[in-house]
């Protein structure tokens, strides 16, 4: 049977099975708006939550012998439970900036697939099938659908009719009502915002739990992340459509967008195509919906920025700035050392910790001072590596940096236009389908056909899959070894220290901070307001540029793999940890993230060991970062040192250096 609407026709069984299929996007829309609409949180571990629930329901069913629905009950009565412990968990971050609760859910989604891998959870057969409580399949020509598409096609609209009946009709609905439109009022209405908050995320955890069980049946194991960031992606789309609050608009788009994934899936058989239609759509879903999106109190979602960059300094102590200044040095100094005592591996480790600590340093820019949350970062290092593979060869490398960064600054101003109209964490949705959109449209394809000119570019990697490049010399000075390379990576890391420190120094982190902090306020003293949003991912762009071209050199082999999305969440997760807005501290954040890993090995469960429950570790109980760590070891150094000083000479010590001044977010920043 076909379906013809005017000149299009398509099989019955591709409508059936985009239904299918957007039924799971939407279970995951209405889960993100549902704690979107309490919290003001994008919840990256909203699919994570489930996959602990299914993999449970596995252990029970097939090691335990249980019954399929006394082990399906076990399992949401898990889900429910780590729903309502993660928000107990993170409620100590909830007053803080929304980008410190969003980077805590990847880190909770991280600790969760690790949870999975201990031995209580994890079943001893990963891959039997899951089970299905019922053998009833049926087809559609020659198309057979499986039980566990029958299943989904009948639970997931009940799923989804309960969840809206329980907000609409239920006394803790009505408080969810209440705390989505003003938090506060809420509770002078007496209610209990806490207690509601615990029982969304409980319920979004049961959500998330069906989710999971229902999908679970078409993949080949369940110890897998739900959420990946294509997917994410899909699922956030649906949300946007439903202004990230009307639960019943984004689950009826979630079944559009799955339909409208068949249906692209069905007559185009190119993937890159594909990619760049969906990200299009979302594109257009951000600026059609940007006046929902913003309207009343959610429009209040960057109140918080001021705790996160607001810090201490001391004011007119010399012996503090010498500290630090030796402190600095003495750093250096290890650094442009360590290459001659290492081994070839630990110099490649050297040149990745300098150039992901550039790549962070681009985004404490962007997000640290101007506030604008963008997950893409990484598709702009791939820009700046697809040119080193381009012109790597041809163009001294002298010359090469600067022009990739001003190409990738280009790009990112381009990227940064609906941060024009759509702020805060909506950036951060289309920059993360930006990254998508590089790996998929952009570097998977190398030359491509340009409409209506009918002209032939090529943009993407030479070689998708595998693309060597040779590392180039630099005023004739070989850097094909790794030692060599460490030095110019370590090289390239101090000269960008040192341009933010002057931006942050001559006013420009000044200019950012006012627009970012208040731009009725900064419009009123005279600050261009869309010039210094563009300035903002100019500056971050130019960075992240020179940034891939070193990234693609010191790999010297690299595929569109390498520039996985998931990839941007490291590096807002080294901002985050560092210390947001903290120069010191994105250097931290990248020594911690990419150095600490690599000292435990290559295992995939011991770097999400050290950076999931690292960054949640990090966030929970040092909120200012590793940076407030290192100052308040100056501070003990330099007090030490006086005390030591005053000792000797015989004077009291001076009650000044036991305080400290707390200074304004516009002028901590940094």
Same mark, same amino acid.
């Given at each position: ?12 069984? !591709? /409508? =059936?099975?985009? &239904?299918?299929? *957007? @039924?799971?996007?939407? %279970?995951?829309?209405?889960? +993100?708006?549902?704690?979107? #609409? ?60 929304? !980008? /410190? =609760?969003?980077? &805590?859910?990847? *880190? @909770?989604?991280?600790? %969760?697939?690790?949870?999975? +891998?201990?031995?209580?959870? #994890? ?548």
């Amino acid at each position: 049977m076909r379906v013809a609407v005017t000149a299009v026709s398509f099989p019955t069984f !591709v /409508l =059936v099975q985009g &239904a299918i299929t *957007g @039924l799971g996007y939407g %279970l995951l829309a209405v889960g +993100l708006v549902l704690v979107y #609409r309490t919290n003001r949180v994008l919840n990256f571990a909203q699919g994570q939550l489930g996959v602990v629930a299914a993999v449970f329901v596995v252990k029970c069913y097939y090691d335990f012998g249980f019954n399929y629905w006394f082990a399906l009950v076990l399992g949401l009565a898990l889900a429910a439970a780590v729903g309502g412990l993660s928000e107990l968990l993170l409620r100590r971050v909830f007053n803080r900036p929304r !980008v /410190l =609760v969003m980077v &805590a859910t990847i *880190g @909770l989604s991280q600790a %969760l697939y690790v949870l999975t +891998l201990l031995p209580f959870l #994890r079943p001893k057969n990963l891959y039997k099938p899951f089970p299905v409580p019922f053998d009833l399949s049926f087809s559609l020509g020659s198309f057979i659908f499986t039980p566990g598409e029958v299943m989904t096609l009948i639970v997931a609209p009940l799923v989804a009719l309960g969840v809206v009946a329980f907000v609409k009709f239920t006394p803790w609905g009505l408080a969810m009502r209440a705390m989505s439109e003003n938090s506060d009022s809420a509770r002078l209405s007496g209610v209990w915002v806490r207690r509601t908050s615990t029982v969304v995320w409980t319920l979004a955890g049961v959500l998330s739990a069906f989710t999971a069980v229902l999908s679970a049946p078409g993949q080949s194991t369940v110890l897998t992340q739900v959420l990946s960031p294509d997917l994410l992606v899909l699922a956030l789309t649906a949300a946007l459509v439903g202004a990230m609050v009307s639960l019943t608009v984004a689950f009826v788009a979630g079944v559009g967008v799955g339909v409208v994934y068949e249906l692209l899936q069905w007559y185009i058989s190119s993937g890159a195509s594909i990619e760049l239609i969906l990200f299009a759509l979302l594109l257009a879903v951000l600026l059609v919906r940007v006046a929902a999106l913003q309207k009343g109190p959610r429009g209040l979602e960057l109140s918080s920025w001021l705790y996160g960059s607001t810090t201490v300094r001391r004011t007119g102590d010399a012996l503090r700035r010498r500290v630090g200044q030796t402190g600095a040095v003495f750093a250096l100094g290890v650094a442009a050392v360590l290459p001659l005592v290492v081994g070839p591996g630990n110099s490649f480790l050297i040149s990745q910790i300098c150039i992901f600590a550039v790549v962070a340093l681009s985004l404490t820019v962007l997000t640290g001072w101007a506030g604008q949350v963008s997950l893409g970062q990484f598709g702009l290092v791939a820009v700046g590596a697809s040119m080193a593979a381009h012109l790597g060869g041809s163009v001294p490398l002298v010359l090469l940096l600067p022009f990739a960064g001003a190409v990738t600054a280009l790009v990112a101003v381009l990227v940064g236009l609906p941060a024009l109209r759509v702020r805060g964490l909506y950036l951060a949705v289309s920059t993360l389908g930006f990254a998508l959109f590089m790996q998929e449209c952009v570097l998977a394809t190398p030359c491509t056909t340009l409409p209506l000119v009918h002209r032939q570019v090529c943009l993407g990697l030479p070689v998708p899959q595998s693309t060597l490049v040779a590392r180039p010399d630099l005023f004739g000075l070989s850097l094909t070894s790794e030692r060599a390379f460490a030095w110019f990576s370590l090289a390239v890391l101090v000269l960008t220290v040192a341009v933010v420190r002057i931006w942050r120094d001559r006013g420009v982190a000044r200019r950012l901070v006012s627009v970012r902090d208040n731009e009725v306020a900064a419009a009123a003293m005279g600050i261009p307001i869309v010039r210094t949003k563009l300035l903002a991912f100019a500056l971050s762009g130019f960075m992240a540029g020179y940034a891939g071209v070193c990234f693609a050199f010191a790999s010297e082999r690299f595929g569109t793999a390498t520039f996985d999305p998931s990839q941007g969440f490291l590096v807002v997760s080294m901002v985050v940890i560092g210390g947001l807005g903290s120069i010191p501290g994105a250097l931290l954040g990248a020594l911690y993230l990419v150095g600490l890993p690599a000292a435990f090995g290559a295992n995939s469960s011991v770097q999400f060991l050290a950076s999931g429950f690292g960054i949640l570790a990090f966030i929970l109980y040092l909120p200012a970062g590793l940076a407030d760590v290192l100052r308040q070891v100056g501070d003990l150094a330099s007090t030490g040192l006086d005390r030591l000083r005053r000792a000797r000479t015989g004077r009291a010590v001076a009650p000044a250096l036991e305080a400290d001044e707390p200074v304004p977010a516009t002028e901590a920043v940094g």
